[in-house]
């Protein structure tokens, strides 16, 4: 997404038409075209990435359900979405050779296009954004890592806002005859919304990369300790606790002392912790 709109700036987006080569302002609106069918692609995406990662904490019936229709939601609205972006001018061609006015073609009226699908998009990401909350609301935990899990999922009621933003646009574009400067705000608006989608998809991930940097920054905790043994007198040992698990003892025992080791081997199988954050502070049903 952030490709297309990057090469437009260079060809000249963003400026008065009038302004530009006539080969630029052609090959712009391809890459316009090309930014605008990723955005669809990401967007549908990036909510079903979301709506994949709710079914792994959830277990109550009725919000799985509410999560599979959701999902099925936004497959057909996706596809429908990106289908109409791709054929929204007859010929296709039309979309960035139709400012020439020398070739016959049609479009479909763009901005009741906007609002249509801006309205659906909208109301998707709100039912996306809100669904987990009764859930998280009722998890065994802290306030504060209560507060802290719940703004994960706030961020991304930012989306919403940039959505809005990005229909206003729609409206100054509708019947344009200067698409390399009016459509600017709309792709920019785009863009900062797919990559916004990502990051707020990403975020549980990043939490879990973020503690086990965190981790492995403090490196492995080293403990000491004293022991004594027998009535000859006091014998001193170490305990070494790594991350691996096992206890190893290094030292003397004074002559003639029984001794008795015993290696302890802890095994933990490995768990994504936005997993055992939401999966395990569930409330027992």
């Known amino acids: 997404m952030n490709v297309p709109v990057i090469v437009a700036g260079h060809l000249g987006f963003g400026t008065d038409i009038w302004g530009m ?43 799985r359900l509410a999560v599979w229709i959701l999902i099925g939601l936004v497959l057909g609205f996706g596809l429908a979405n990106t289908f109409s972006m791709i054929f929204q001018c007859a010929p296709i061609h039309f979309f960035w050779d139709g400012w020439k006015g020398d070739k016959p073609g049609s479009c479909i009226d763009v901005r009741l296009f906007g609002f249509i699908r801006g309205g ?25 890592k209560k507060l802290q899990i719940m703004s994960i999922f706030c961020v991304g009621f930012i989306i919403t806002i940039v959505s809005c933003l990005r229909l206003q646009s729609f409206v100054q574009f509708a019947n344009t005859q200067n698409p390399t400067y009016d459509n600017t705000a709309g792709l920019y608006w ?80 490995e768990r994504s912790d936005s997993d055992i954050e939401l999966v395990d502070g569930r409330p027992s049903t």
Not at 25 to 49: D, G, H, N, P, R
Not at 130 to 141: D, E, I, Q, V, Y
Not at 261 to 269: G, H, L, Q
Request: charged share 20%.
């Open 190 to 269: 785009c863009a900062t919304e797919s990559n916004l989608f990502t990051v707020v998809a990403c975020m549980p991930a990043i939490q879990s990369i973020f503690h086990k940097a965190l981790r492995q920054v403090r490196g492995a905790s080293t403990y000491a300790g004293k022991s004594n043994y027998g009535s000859d007198g006091p014998g001193k040992g170490s305990y070494l606790r790594q991350g691996s698990g096992r206890d190893q003892k290094s030292g003397s025992l004074p002559f003639g002392v029984i001794s008795k080791s015993t290696d302890v081997n802890i095994y933990r199988t």
């Open 21 to 63: 080569r006539p080969d630029n302002i052609t090959v712009s609106l391809k890459w316009l075209y090309v930014a605008y069918f990723m955005y669809m692609i990401a967007e549908a995406l990036c909510q079903l990435s979301i709506l994949a990662f709710y079914l792994r904490i959830m277990v109550n019936k009725k919000s």
């Open 120 to 144: 659906i998009e909208i109301f998707l990401d709100l039912a996306i954004l809100t669904l987990p909350l009764p859930m998280l609301a009722g998890l065994k935990m802290s306030r504060k």
